[in-house]
């Protein structure tokens, strides 16, 4: 059974910086794309950023590009978003997602591209 488990989530003052980790288990998605969603109070959720193994493309929303990265360790099967210069507009729960199809570009940006999802991890950013 897939699991993808994220922590790293936590309340931070704007400025600041946090680290998510998404750690999977139950098969190994190293061929195939992961991401980050996030979803604020009575907002839909939306695309942060997502990584592809080859090239190691990476995509980011307009929102955080510039502030947020995204990685990844084979090794540890784990997708990481470092998170900097925080703003309160960035406060919602963080959710990682894998993909089992080979996605790229826009097309990663999208709901449907995902096949599993982890429980989401609250961040709060104050002002």
């Known amino acids: 059974q897939v699991q993808l488990v994220e922590s790293g989530g936590g309340l931070v003052q704007a400025g600041g910086s946090l680290r998510l980790s998404c750690a999977a288990s139950?098969?190994?998605?190293?061929?195939?794309?992961m991401g980050w969603f996030r979803q604020a109070p009575g907002k839909e959720r939306e695309f942060v950023a997502a990584?592809?193994?080859?090239?190691?493309?990476?995509y980011y929303a307009g929102s955080v590009k510039g502030r947020f990265t995204i990685s990844r360790d084979n090794a540890k099967n784990t997708v990481y978003l470092q998170m900097n210069s925080l703003k309160p507009e960035d406060t919602a729960v963080y959710y990682c997602a894998a993909s089992e199809r080979n996605y790229s570009g826009s097309s990663l940006q999208g709901l449907g591209a995902y096949d599993y999802w982890g429980q989401g991890t609250q961040v709060t950013v104050s002002s």
């Open positions: 139950g098969r190994t998605f190293s061929n195939y794309p």
């Open positions: 990584i592809r193994w080859s090239l190691g493309s990476t």
